[in-house]
């Protein structure tokens, strides 16, 4: 029986042979492709497999012209002779001038060298001092790039795929986010991939994968142990002189070492495996950040003006939504169209949603004080002492825009039967919408006009037997 096959999936399976792959994880990377003359880069570290085989690799006397690297450290090698040059330059020089001067001199001709010889003396100090801070400027920018000066490639050569497994730290990933804020109830997210190659290898694949997980996760074999029960039996008392103290942590040391396979370094663990992937990924070794799209879908927002006088003084935009994706980084670039808001803005689920803290309002002021001691107001009735308390807020609206501005505070939570916290009244020349919430968190939401100031007085009250001592 004769079998043939067509002619598309032999083309199928060349390709597939030859197609490039990179999977970064969080402990290492691993990177196939076809090496072309056995040049790999400028790393360092690195290991690489053959079909499977691990091959050696060596350092090469000639590096590729026509790679990006190689004519960087080429240009770098060209500076430094150039300095070299001129460093000679100057020293023969030098040794021209100590040489000894006729009896006989002619004053004129002698001015004129004398002019000259300054004249290039400068020259050549000038474009010595010039050529050793652009050498030093390319040396700190291949540095950047590449762990080592010494290109690395295979000491024989491999006709397939070559596999390397580059250490952790010279190829990196994180994510963060982009909020477009497109009105009031309203919102663009943006999730990016920021990927950076300081490995020292120029990479081209046709397929990325970035894992927030580590390539190599161990797990120690575990087995029923059952949890028993018996009659109790004291333990008799040990006593140590020091020397016998010594002899027990030397034998725990010594069994601790004895032991079987030591258990790895821990590993984090995630909830999600985070999975991203990109095609056609062109990662030069630059130690430049990639920034790459990963996700856009809008959400609805409800944006709000907070401020926690009890702990900060300072009032913040909090906008709230319900992501359509998991977000995976706290990190947030928050913008408004073209205008940029924030940079460096964070965000957290909390209570069912998402909230991103945009920015600071600068524009309302607060301020915190407690009631001055006369207003406080202690008495004993019968047995149990009542002491009241409180504080004044003050809010003020600089702008010329009215704001509308929740504010979150406290009266004390009580956290025993023996003491009641009640509060007693919310002062303020205006009415005060607010709500008294569990463990003595108040809410409160309040208008400001615009230039308008406000006062607001919380007053509260504990009652406790006279004879405890209380704190808060």
């Known amino acids: 029986m ?29 990177y196939s492709f076809t090496a072309e003359n ?42 430094g002779k150039k300095l070299n040059t001129i460093q000679a330059n100057t020293k023969a020089l030098n040794q021209l001038l100590s040489l000894p001067r006729p009896t006989k001199l002619n004053v004129s001709a002698w001015v004129e060298s004398a002019r000259l010889i300054g ?20 040396q700190r920018a291949f540095q950047k790039q590449a762990p080592s000066k010494n290109a690395l490639g295979t000491a024989k050569r491999c006709p397939k795929e070559l596999e390397l497994t580059i250490p952790h730290g010279y190829i990196s990933f994180s994510t963060f986010y982009e909020a477009d804020i497109l009105n009031e109830k309203e919102a663009k997210v943006t999730q990016y991939l920021s990927i950076n190659n ?32 018996g009659k109790y039996v004291p333990m008799p008392k040990r006593t140590y002189v020091q020397s016998m103290m010594k002899e027990a942590r030397m034998t725990m040391a010594d069994e601790a070492s004895a032991g079987v396979m030591p258990i790895s370094a821990p590993v984090a663990s995630y909830e999600d495996a985070r999975e991203y992937k990109i095609k056609n990924l062109a990662l030069p070794s ?35 939504f319900k992501p359509k994706y998991q977000i995976d980084s706290s990190r947030w670039k928050v913008r408004s169209g073209q205008k940029m808001i924030n940079e460096s803005a964070t965000g957290e689920y909390y209570g069912g949603k998402y909230d991103l803290y945009t920015r600071l309002e600068e524009d309302i002021q607060v301020e915190r004080k407690p009631i001055v ?97 209380i704190s808060y």
């Open 198 to 229: 300081r490995s020292g290898i120029d990479i081209e694949v046709d397929t990325a994968m970035f894992y927030y997980r580590s390539a190599n996760q161990y797990v120690n074999p575990i087995h029923f142990t059952p949890w028993k029960v």
């Open 373 to 469: 001691q006369k207003e406080r107001q202690t008495g004993i009735f019968g047995g149990t002492a009542r002491k009241k308390d409180g504080y004044t807020l003050t809010l003020i609206n600089k702008s010329d825009k009215a704001r509308t501005l929740i504010v979150t505070e406290r009266i004390p939570a009580s956290t025993t039967e023996e003491i009641k916290v009640k509060l007693l009244n919310i002062r303020s020349a205006k009415n005060v919408d607010y709500r008294l919430l569990k463990d003595g968190k108040i809410e409160m939401k309040l208008l400001l006009g615009a230039h308008e100031s406000r006062k607001i007085d919380i007053l509260f009250e504990l009652s406790y037997d006279k004879d405890l001592k």
């Open 2 to 30: 004769k079998f043939s096959i067509p002619l598309s999936i032999l083309l199928l399976t060349n390709i597939s042979a030859l197609a490039s792959s990179l999977s970064v994880f969080q402990n290492q990377t691993i």
């Open 286 to 320: 630059t130690g430049v950040p990639l920034d790459a799209k990963v996700l856009t879908w809008k959400a609805p927002i409800n944006c709000e003006m907070r401020t926690y006088p009890y702990v900060d003084r300072r009032v913040f935009q909090v906008c709230s």
């Open 38 to 79: 056995g040049y790999i880069g400028f790393a360092k570290g690195v290991k690489a497999k053959c079909e499977g085989n691990t091959i050696a690799l060596k350092a090469m006397y000639n590096c590729p012209p026509d790679k990006r690297l190689c004519k960087e450290l080429l240009d770098l090698k060209e500076t």
């Open 119 to 138: 004249a290039e003396q400068a020259n050549l100090f000038s474009e010595a001092q010039k050529t050793s801070e652009i050498l030093a400027l390319k």
